[in-house]
């Protein structure tokens, strides 16, 4: 292999600085090598985009070099080759696209580089059909939905036929079919003799690589396989954690002494799970609060809602039809789907916001059809927080971004208290946080904000749309812990989610939808049960059911239903008491 | 309720890739022949040629497949202006003194071409607005760019930044979607917590007020988005080359000549009459 990318010695301050006594990235040297497949592995701020950003040019090394086939990156007049070598497609899908029509977008890189007509033709086709928007060549971009646009980024890339493509957290903001998409994608750039690399901090993708590099503050700390990063035991001084998989076949190791350490891929951990000494017949389970559905209180109840944007232009599409929804008092109810589904809709017609075209909705004691009932009242009854809310940020302090809410609809206590209340709700310190900057906040920080922000408003129903989306595995952690502790405080809950783990965490019912209509409904244990149907609407079961099902028909006393890994090692250690040591 | 969808009431930007004959012919045919028309319209000073024009757009409209309701949305918000702007024109043209009197306003006396004047100027901007609309719903960005780029050759070799300029359209274009789904986003946000967007007020002051909170974000969040573009365009090689091409090749045909011709003759029409 031929090194294709050579880092020598690089040293990189924002200040410029030579001697800067902490720059974001110290002496690091690296080759990256034809047709490799390698992840860069860091927690936020570790500087692994500033390192991918070196790989073209983008930025140049404050001390050392960056040699890309040997053409030295501080020398300007190499950027285009450089460029057309290394391809790069960025986190944010809608703001890397320059064009007003997909197939325009495309030709963007080959008509910099100054191609001919008839040569850009054939590249804009071979890249499009290769991210499969055959479809979609004359739509504008900001129609597409996020997966499709970061395929569409993807192409503007491939048209520029590099030798290997960047990828800079290109999935953190897609749902699992959409990083399904890009990482088959990416299998298929690899087949075909390109180098792949991936900045991430999802950990189950980094499990996909041939190479592993991890940065923190800065340096690396490791460059190796994924398969050994994941035994070190200095992986949470890195600011990283383990993928639920390994997580889990590390907590299943202390029944199993004999299950292998380096396992990767939950077809690994089903493959090596072993049998009792005593098989028995599975039991089955007894859910809390039954499956008998009558004595319940409905507090929001939504039924026929039709809902179509852009209505009465040639752009009108249709984003929920016939929905129905029944969410049960004092129950946290989950919302999922992949993206395009119509959740966020829902969600806000439960806020308000939107008024129902066709159908009803009632949340608490109002009717949403009644031109009455005022956005206010419902806001304060029923409080949603958005998808990536940090992005409507519009205050620039802390306190006053928090104190928005309940300014606007009253309070009947200081503000100042208020504000605090909220604050210590999210694990937020009053003091130390309330005059920060709103954007010098981390992005689990800001997700904080943004939950406490609608909390200091005191609503009865929290709405969360995608809580945890784009956040990295330590800050997702964080916002979980709080909101199950809301959930066991009886906060009523819904929350729309395509991460399956999450939902298994924190709701009792959950109702799936796929293409605006309903799809699966259910208490959320029996619904994840129900592997083919959950895969079917583009979703992964939570690893702990799986894991389950599987030590049920190997003999294991696991009651079905099992869907979080605090209720399997629950029930197996029970198991392995009564049905001896594995074999 | 739909006080949230701008992208909606914003029709300008929008490329409407419906495909019909107008979308496939010359671009730059289509914005020579727009600009006659545009021109013709503002600097015509009869009725009949204003109609004349106006008859032209519809025509143009129609045979572009864009809906006339989808178009006609674009005429709502400046609408209330125009009548104002309308109404002033009667009171404030200066008729010749021999005219017959309609009608008597305190010291203001109405006639007959004053009335004129404040349709004349109605039917003239209800015309450029529809013209303009037609032509962004028909000509895509790249087209514009791939128009504008050949017909500021000559320019450029004068040592214009021409290329720079072209691409500053095109972004420009890029973002105004964008813009309006941003700022449904914050306006959303803020009505969610408690900011008041159900009464639609009446007058202007209220309405600034209702606004501004979300244009500030609106702009610290299209700022963070241009850095993210411009780095976006770095590397794909923007500026790296001298010459950029482009994907459309252009080659006049006789349909374009002949969209040509009759724009020319529509736009002597709209003056002449």
């Known amino acids: 292999m031929t090194a294709l990318i050579k880092l020598d010695k690089v040293t990189f301050s924002y200040t410029g600085d030579p001697k800067d006594p902490h720059p974001a990235l110290k002496d690091i040297t690296l080759q990256f090598h034809e047709g490799e497949f390698a992840v860069i592995l860091g927690a936020n701020g570790s500087g692994k985009t500033t390192l991918a950003r070196h790989l073209n040019g983008l930025l140049l090394p404050t001390l050392g070099r960056v040699l890309v086939t040997n053409l030295d990156t501080r020398d300007r007049s190499y950027h285009g080759i450089i460029r057309q070598r290394v391809g790069m497609v960025f986190q944010h899908p809608e703001d890397q696209i320059v064009a007003t029509t997909v197939e325009e977008d495309v030709a963007f890189g080959p008509e910099n580089l100054g191609l001919p007509p008839s040569e850009i033709r054939q590249r804009v086709d071979a890249a499009i059909e290769a991210v499969g928007l055959e479809a979609h060549r004359h739509r504008p971009p900001h129609m597409l939905s996020s997966g499709q646009m970061q395929r569409l980024a993807l192409a503007g890339v491939l048209a520029m036929r590099p030798r290997v493509v960047v990828f800079d957290e290109a999935t953190t903001m897609l749902d699992p079919a959409g990083r399904r998409m890009a990482l088959a994608l990416m299998a298929e750039l690899r087949a075909s003799g390109m180098a792949v690399l991936f900045v991430t901090h999802n950990m189950e993708e980094a499990a996909l690589a041939d190479r592993a590099v991890v940065l923190s503050e800065g340096s690396v700390v490791f460059d190796g396989a994924p398969r050994e990063l994941f035994t070190r035991q200095s992986l949470e001084d890195w600011g990283l954690e383990p993928p639920p998989v390994v997580e889990l076949g590390g907590r299943l190791r202390r029944l199993f002494p004999h299950l292998p350490e380096d396992l990767l891929t939950v077809e690994e951990l089903l493959g090596s799970l072993p049998s009792p000494q005593r098989p028995c017949e599975p039991p089955e389970h007894r859910v809390d609060g039954g499956t008998d559905q009558q004595g319940r209180e409905w507090v929001i109840e939504v039924q026929g809602l039709n809902h179509t944007y852009m209505l009465g232009t040639p752009l009108a599409h249709q984003a929920l039809q016939n929905a129905s929804l029944q969410v049960a008092a004092g129950r946290a109810h989950a919302l999922v789907g992949v993206t395009g589904s119509g959740k966020s809709t829902l969600l806000q017609h439960l806020n308000g916001i939107l008024r129902p075209q066709e159908g009803k909705v009632r949340v608490g004691p109002f009717q949403l059809d009644d031109p009455t009932v005022s956005t206010r009242q419902v806001v304060r009854l029923a409080g949603l927080v958005m998808q990536n809310p940090e992005s409507q940020f519009f205050e620039q302090f802390v306190g006053d971004e928090i104190a928005y809410g309940p300014r606007q609809l009253g309070c009947d206590e200081p503000l100042a208290s208020r504000v605090r209340w909220a604050m210590e709700q999210v694990g937020l310190d009053f003091l130390a946080f309330k005059d920060r900057f709103t954007d010098t906040l981390s992005g689990g920080e800001k997700r904080k904000v943004a939950l406490a922000s609608i909390l200091a408003i005191k609503p009865r129903f929290l709405l969360l749309d995608e809580p945890t989306a784009g956040l990295d595995p330590r800050s997702r952690k964080e916002i979980l812990l709080t909101l199950r502790r809301m959930v066991s405080e009886g906060m009523e809950i819904v929350l729309s989610s395509h991460q399956m783990e999450d939902v298994a965490m924190l709701a009792h019912d959950l109702t799936a939808f796929r293409k605006g209509r309903n799809a699966l409904q259910g208490l959320a244990a029996e619904v994840f049960w129900q592997f083919e149907a959950v895969r079917e609407l583009g979703l992964e079961p939570p690893v702990a059911a799986l894991v389950a099902a599987r030590l049920r028909t190997l003999g294991w006393g696991v009651p079905s239903r099992v869907v979080t890994a605090e209720m399997l090692m629950d029930h197996l250690e029970r198991c392995v008491e009564v049905q001896g040591e594995p074999v | ?273």
Request: aromatic share 8%.
């Open chain 2, 1 to 273: 309720m739909s006080q949230f969808e701008f992208l909606r009431s914003i029709p300008f930007g929008q490329y409407l890739p419906v495909g019909s004959f107008l979308h496939r012919l010359d671009p730059r045919a289509r914005m020579v022949a727009f600009t006659v028309i545009v021109l013709a319209l503002t600097f015509s000073r009869s009725l009949v040629g204003l109609l004349i024009g106006c008859a032209v757009v519809l025509v143009g409209l129609r045979v572009g497949k864009i809906p006339y309701r989808f178009a006609f949305r674009g005429l709502l918000p400046p609408l209330p202006f125009l009548f104002l702007l309308a109404i002033l024109q009667v009171f404030l043209n200066v008729s010749s003194p021999d005219e017959s009197i309609l009608a008597v306003i305190g010291p203001v006396r109405i006639t007959p071409s004053d009335l004129a004047a404040g349709a004349k100027l109605l039917i003239r901007f209800t015309g450029l607005i529809l013209a303009i609309g037609l032509a962004t719903y028909t000509i895509s960005t790249a087209e514009m760019t791939q128009g504008l780029n050949i017909m500021f050759q000559p320019l450029a070799k004068m040592g214009f930044p021409a290329q720079d300029l072209v691409m500053m359209v095109q972004v420009t274009l890029r973002f105004l979607p964008m813009l309006a789904q941003t700022a449904e986003r914050i306006a959303k946000s803020q009505a969610s917590r408690g900011a008041d967007w159900d009464s639609r007020p009446g007058n202007i002051i209220a309405r600034v007020r209702q606004v501004i909170p979300v244009v500030v974000p609106l702009f610290l969040s299209s700022l963070h988005r241009a850095e993210n573009m411009a780095l976006a365009m770095d590397a794909r090689a923007y500026g790296s080359s001298t010459q950029r091409t482009s994907l459309v090749e252009l080659r006049l045909k006789a349909v374009d000549g002949l969209l040509l011709g009759i724009s020319f003759l529509t736009g002597a029409a709209i003056l002449v009459f």
